[in-house]
């Protein structure tokens, strides 16, 4: 459902990330050299989820979204920044700590074959969190696990089958039981339909749209598809390089993208009418992703970006409303996309070249 991000008040704000950052040691290869490198996987996101809504989280391999989730749900020790959930700072919490609050927060994870142990029994794996939290034992267990199977679709029947007898999309539904065990209010996505054929997509993506409104759920959806993400989110944010690029409503960004990173993934999206995509024209980036073990200065994405400017290579563009656009669509740009403006063409300022070769900051130009 969608959710007007201006009425909304404090109590309505489920989670808030502030300037997280995750900071990776680079580890040396000879054991005697002590490295002081670090891979920048996610530098400096800040970000607001309410409650009820989906928010999705899209970007290339390699830009932080799966390592955001995880520094989210405190499986990874944040570097910086904080996380709140429900107005708790639970950045520094121990692990004994975080047991209760985990019953609230909960992730579905990318692989439906190996997140699932395959020497466990299905009625086992999910009811874990029931054990984990002492919350039930014996008869009132299997009964609770076996209600949580008919609701995602599994045959209660099959509960002392094992992984390996069910088909992917029915391992994906095991793992959608795991998680909705304890009733959480933020289930976290990890990719959660990209190891599964398309039409098993379509049955998954629909069992956790009815979910969410049949329980009042909060999602973090991750994907690499943007149709997906727009079909189920409702506000997305476009990560690259560890950062957010640009964040708002889905109709707002997919309509009227104001980063060139942004305006880029949406012109690879595939479209059903080959009319329709004969006549859109892509827009190529150049280069390969920087390093983040180094990223670039300034704008980490001026090294590909068509538009890129001088000021682009030396200041960091602040993630703001560009355009006149409302307070909730953002974007980090110093010089955005306007509304029918075609960048396929652009080239980069004089000098932007030159600089990205110095630097050796991508690969083949």
């Known amino acids: 459902m969608s959710v007007d991000g201006a009425a909304q008040s404090d109590g309505e704000v489920l989670l808030r990330v502030t300037d997280v950052k995750k900071h990776f040691p680079v580890q040396s290869a000879a054991f005697f050299r002590r490295s002081h490198d670090f891979v920048h996987a996610v530098d400096g996101v800040s970000l607001e989820l309410r409650r ?50 985990r019953r609230d927060m909960q992730m579905i994870f990318q692989d439906p074959y190996g997140s ?3 020497r466990r029994r299905v009625g086992s794996i999910i009811g874990d969190p029931f054990a984990i939290h002492g919350l039930a034992d014996g008869k009132s267990r299997k009964s609770k696990v076996q209600e949580v199977m008919e609701l995602v679709g599994l045959n209660p029947e099959h509960y002392n089958r094992f992984p390996a007898e069910f088909s992917g999309g029915q391992r994906q539904r095991i793992g959608v039981a ?19 054929d398309v039409s098993i997509q379509a049955q998954i993506i629909n ?18 598809d943007l149709s997906v993400v727009r079909h189920v989110s409702d506000r997305v944010a476009v990560m690259y390089l560890g950062k957010v690029a640009e964040l708002g409503e889905v109709e707002s960004v997919y309509g009227h993208a104001r980063h060139p990173y942004t305006s880029a993934l949406l012109s690879a999206v595939p479209l059903p009418d080959p009319e329709r995509a004969k006549e859109r024209e892509r827009i190529i980036l150049v280069g390969d992703v920087p390093s983040p073990v180094a990223p670039p200065s300034g704008c980490r994405f001026h090294p590909r970006c068509p538009k890129a400017k001088d000021l682009c290579v030396h200041e960091d563009p602040a993630l703001v409303p560009r355009l006149d656009d409302p307070p909730g669509h953002v974007a980090a740009c110093h010089f955005p996309v306007a509304d029918g403006e075609n960048i396929a063409d652009s080239t980069p300022e004089i000098g932007i070249e030159e600089r990205i070769v110095e630097e050796g900051l991508v690969g083949n130009v």
């Open 178 to 196: 795991r998680a909705l065990a304890l009733r959480p209010k933020l289930i976290v996505c990890d990719e959660p339909v990209s190891a599964l």
């Open 116 to 118: 699932l142990n395959p």
């Open 52 to 101: 009820g809504e989906t928010l999705g989280l899209v970007g290339e391999t390699g830009c932080g979204k799966s390592t955001l989730a995880r520094c989210i749900m405190r499986l990874y020790d944040i570097t910086d920044g904080t996380v709140e959930f429900e107005g708790r700072d639970i950045t520094k919490l121990s692990t004994r700590s975080m047991r209760p609050i």
């Open 207 to 224: 069992l956790l749209s009815d979910l969410q409104e049949e329980l009042d759920l909060t999602y973090i959806f991750i994907a690499h």
